[in-house]
């Protein structure tokens, strides 16, 4: 697996303090669960927190804050307990999760949602798409986190494989398409409404908004 496109040092000092919300920590989480160069980041970056904290002069230490620290750290690590048996096609990180069906959303192309608790506006979900298929053309109100789990897609800014992580935000007004070959299966948190472009966009945008 080549993976070439990661989440940037910021995202990934954010995952690893636990600061970032749970939604995109799942995205990253899947990308580091198949990377690592990132996760080796993560692990320095925790180490270098838990250094911190010990060094931290009693003072200055509010009661409790290093219990609430390594809270954090344990929320950041990946989920240990699998309270779903996830499915063959699910990555280990969405075992704590509840998995929806995949339901049809498009010539192709199937959804289904993952039940992380919604943060911001921002959902999860999965995404698998027939190879050589395109998703439709869309914009979005707010960021678009991908890591893609299997198959490839291509769209402006580049080629993202297995492990490639993909973050979009409103700026982008893009047109992914499937690779031929393989089907495409990706991780994605999104927030606020997907806007659905064209006449299959508007035909699709009912379902999508599911
Ligand atoms: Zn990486």
Redesign the pocket.
């Known amino acids: 697996m080549t993976?070439t496109h990661?989440?940037d040092e910021e995202t990934l000092l954010a995952f690893a303090s636990g600061s970032l919300d749970e939604p995109r920590s799942v995205v990253v989480a899947a990308?580091?669960a198949l990377?690592p160069?990132?996760r080796a980041t993560v692990a320095a970056f925790e180490q270098f927190g838990g250094a911190l904290v010990e060094r931290a002069p009693p003072a200055a230490a509010r009661a409790g804050s290093l219990d609430e620290t390594l809270a954090r750290l344990d929320e950041a690590a990946p989920p240990a307990p699998a309270l779903h048996q996830p499915e063959p096609d699910c990555p280990g990180v969405l075992a704590p999760y509840e998995v929806g069906r995949w339901r049809w959303i498009g010539p192709g192309v199937h959804w289904r949602k993952v039940e992380v608790p919604e943060s911001e506006g921002t959902r999860v979900f999965m995404l698998k798409a027939a190879p050589g298929s395109s998703l439709p053309h869309h914009g979005h109100s707010g960021v678009e986190w991908t890591c893609v789990l299997q198959g490839a897609f291509r769209h402006d800014l580049g080629r993202y494989g297995p492990g490639d992580?993909d973050a979009a935000d409103d700026t982008v007004d893009h047109t992914p398409l499937v690779e031929e070959g393989d089907i495409c299966i990706c991780l994605v948190a999104m927030q606020g409404d997907l806007e659905l472009r064209g006449w299959l966009g508007r035909l699709l945008q009912p379902f999508v908004r599911l």
């Open positions: 993976i990661h989440p990308h580091v990377c160069c990132c992580f």
